[in-house]
């Protein structure tokens, strides 16, 4: 059964940092891109970052560039988002989605096959 599992949500002052995890299992993991989507109270799901897990390319939305790192380990099927310099306006729910096709690394929710359940991020002082 595909599953993806969020961890590493929690409260960090402005400034911090925090590390979220995926783990990802029930399919090839070689041949997908993982997205990191955020979603916060009365706003619409936005796309964060993208890696293919198969060469470890990324890209960025232009609000996180610079702050944020995707990194995946393959041997543990397990993707980070690697949150610095964290602001007030990064506080939300934070997904990891999986897309069976490899060719792009978009960010729009919909292109997107399957869903963790989420992690809390909240940065506040």
């Known amino acids: 059964q595909l599953q993806l599992v969020e961890s590493g949500g929690g409260l960090v002052q402005p400034g911090g940092s925090l590390r979220l995890s995926c783990a990802v299992s029930g399919f090839a993991f070689n041949y997908y891109v993982i997205g990191w989507f955020r979603q916060a109270p009365g706003k619409e799901r936005e796309g964060v970052s993208s890696?293919?897990?198969?060469?470890?390319?990324?890209y960025y939305a232009d609000s996180v560039k610079g702050r944020f790192t995707a990194s995946r380990d393959n041997a543990d099927n397990t993707v980070y988002l690697q949150m610095n310099r964290l602001k007030p306006e990064d506080t939300a729910v934070y997904y990891c989605?999986?897309?069976?096709?490899?060719?792009?690394?978009?960010?729009?929710?919909?292109?997107?096959?399957?869903w963790g359940q989420g992690t809390q991020v909240t940065v506040s002082s």
């Open positions: 989605a999986a897309r069976s096709s490899d060719y792009d690394l978009p960010l729009h929710p919909s292109l997107y096959n399957y």
């Open positions: 890696i293919r897990i198969s060469d470890g390319g990324t």
